[in-house]
């Protein structure tokens, strides 16, 4: 079973005053959120604005990160073109990572049968461990819980990451999966829920603000102390809700620059948070305690 943890921070990558890249307080940042209790990163996922990243800033990015952090480094390469994602997932490797979070295709809509010939053509181009990522909601498509059964059975295709937002769904993947295919929630806010049907983890955002507050609930969940846990959730359940309030990573880069964590602005097309959502982040930070 691969060792990467229960609380993986999807990252946001940091731009200087110009939107370069600050490769410096990467680091910086990669560190912290080690400290507070990340168990391994996901460097140019969608949090971490990868479609308007180049693949020399990606690779950087990768070679960076994996030297100054002692955690699992997980590359997300994943595109709408097969061949692009491989490329991706070959120079990923090449970088040193750890592992690759590959999403499914985008806009062109496989069916289930070309999903799994997308991921199965992506797993034997390279020697690394893959965690699937479904997230209809971005991609228009959703992994079916039958083709994660017959990805999992491929070697290298080891996790999930689960965001589609459908209990039953997570419940469907658990129960026919083996139980070394470890599923990871990639909603912060039905983490606590999917862990008491079997998922193992969270592939978070929330973390890059709460994460000590995210490790002790996971901490207090799995030694049985389900009320602690839930004491947790609830406390948390206005910033899980709130950082997705307008397009990720939008709202989290503003949190952060908020608490005074300088991640910077964003690339087009996205653009900084407005005066309401400031508004409504700069509330959350006061009652946590953050700011």
Known sequence: MINWGRLITAMVTPFDEDLNVDYEFAVVLANRLVKEGSTALVIT?????????????????????????????????GTNNTALTIENAKA???????GLLVVAPYYNKPDQDSLYYHFKEVAKSVDLPIMLYNVPGRTGCNILPETVVKLSKIDNIVALKEASGDIVQFAEIIKSVPKDFL???????????AMSIGTYGVVSVASHVVGPEMKEMIDAFVSKDTERAM?????????FKDLFIIANPIPVKAALNLMGVNVGGLRLPLTKAREKVLNVLEKDLRELGKI
Do not use: C, F, M, W
């Open 45 to 77: 996922g969608t949090t971490g604005e990868a479609p308007t990243l180049t693949d020399d800033e990606k690779v950087n990015l990768y070679k960076t990160v994996k030297t100054y952090v002692d955690v699992p480094v997980i590359a997300g390469v």
């Open 92 to 98: 990923a490797q090449r970088a040193g990572v750890d």
């Open 183 to 193: 599923i990871y929630s990639g909603d912060d806010s039905l983490l606590l829920p």
């Open 231 to 239: 004491d947790i959730h609830l406390e948390l359940l206005d910033i």
